[in-house]
C-alpha cells in the first residue's frame, strides 16, 4: 500500500513523531499506513544468552523494563521523552525518528514568518545558509546503543527482506537520513548476546523528561579484569547521523580503565561531534559537554556487573 500510494502515503505505529510532525505541517501526507495490527511486530524473542529479535512496534517502555535485554540499550529506551509517549512509542520509530532542527521543529505560521528551511518549503538551510545541505540533527536515543552493540534492524519491502546494520541504516544528512525507502518496513531490531558486555547510555537534556537529546552517548564495553579487550562510543544528537567516535574506541582498546584512560577517551569522542546552532542550549556549551556525557557514559559501563 504504501508504495502504490507514493510520497503522499506514511507508514504509522505509535505516532509520538508521525502526528506532530502532521500538525506543524512538517509532512505532507493524505493516508497513513497503520503497522499496529501486525501481530509479529509485537513480539520478543530470544533470550540474553543468544540475543533477541524485537519487533519493531514493540513499546519503548516494555524494552525499559524487560529483564534480558542489554542494561544500555533499556536504559536508552527508558529515557526517550516521558512515560505517557515511551507507551506509545516505538522502538522501529525511534529508530526512524525525524532529525530535529530549531528552524524546522515549530509552527507553519512561525516558519512561514521565519522563511521556510530547505527541509520542508524552503531551499536555504537557516542555520548554515550558504552550504547546499540541511543540518538537522540525528535525535533518536535507541540509535546509538543499538550502533554501540553491533545490533541490526530487518527492513520488508515490495522486493523481500534484507537485513543491514543499524549503523548503515543511517547517512549524513537532514533531510535524506535513512537508507530505508519510503515503502519499507522496520520489522525487526536483532541485539547480539549479551556475553560479557558492558552497556551504557547518559541523555543529555535541558529537563528530565519529555525532551528530545542534546547531547547522548551509547557505550558498549568488553573487559578483561580492567583491560578493555573491545570498545564502541557513539554519539546522538551531534550531527545529522549517529556518529561512532572510533578515535575513542582506539584509545581504549588494550588500555587500563582508569581516569586517565576514560578522560583521554572521552576528549577524542568530543573531537568528532560538531554541533551547530540548531538544537537547545549553547552550541559551543554543547561541544565541551559531549566530552561529559561520554565520561560519564565509560564510568558507568565499566562499572555495571556483568
Given at each position: ?187 525487526a531490531l536483532r541485539l547480539p548476546p549479551v556475553d560479557g558486555l558492558r552497556t ?94 561520554v565520561e560519564e557514559a565509560l564510568r558507568k559501563a565499566a562499572a555495571r556487573a556483568?
Open positions: 500500500m504504501a508504495a502504490e500510494g507514493g510520497p503522499t502515503t506514511m507508514l504509522v505505529a505509535g505516532g509520538t513523531d508521525l502526528y506532530p510532525n502532521l500538525k506543524r505541517r512538517q509532512f505532507a501526507a493524505d493516508t497513513l499506513v497503520g503497522l499496529t495490527q501486525l501481530r509479529d511486530l509485537h513480539e520478543v524473542r530470544g533470550d540474553a544468552a543468544s540475543g533477541f529479535e524485537i519487533g519493531a512496534a514493540v513499546t519503548l517502555s516494555a524494552i525499559s523494563r524487560h529483564p534480558g535485554v542489554h542494561a544500555g540499550y533499556a536504559e536508552a529506551a527508558g529515557l526517550v521523552s516521558s512515560p505517557p509517549l515511551r507507551n506509545a512509542g516505538t522502538i522501529g520509530g525511534n529508530l526512524c525518528v525525524d532529525t530535529r532542527c530549531n528552524y524546522y521543529n515549530m509552527t507553519h505560521e512561525w516558519r512561514k514568518a521565519a522563511g521556510f528551511c530547505m527541509k520542508k518549503d524552503g531551499d536555504i538551510c537557516l542555520v548554515a545558509p550558504s552550504s547546499p545541505r540541511c543540518w538537522a540533527v540525528s535525535s533518536s536515543d535507541t540509535a546509538p546503543m543499538a550502533i554501540a552493540l553491533g545490533a541490526t534492524v530487518v527492513l520488508a519491502g515490495t522486493d523481500g527482506e534484507r537485513e543491514l546494520p543499524v549503523a548503515a541504516l543511517y547517512r549524513d544528512d537532514g533531510i535524506d537520513y535513512l537508507v530505508k525507502q519510503p515503502w519499507e518496513v522496520v520489522t551504557a547510555y547518559v541523555k543529555l537534556r535541558r529537563r528530565g523528561s519529555i525532551d528530545f537529546p542534546i547531547a547522548g552517548c551509547g557505550v558498549a564495553l568488553r573487559l578483561d579484569g580492567d583491560v578493555v579487550q573491545s570498545a564502541r562510543v557513539v554519539l546522538s544528537a551531534v550531527a545529522s547521523y549517529p556518529v561512532e567516535a572510533h578515535g575513542a574506541a582506539k584509545l581504549l582498546v588494550g588500555a587500563r580503565l582508569d581516569d586517565e584512560v576514560i578522560s583521554a577517551a572521552a576528549d577524542a569522542a568530543a573531537k568528532p561531534a560538531k554541533p551547530l546552532d540548531n538544537a537547545d542550549l549553547d552550541y559551543f556549551w554543547r561541544k565541551k559537554m559531549v566530552r561529559v556525557v556483568v
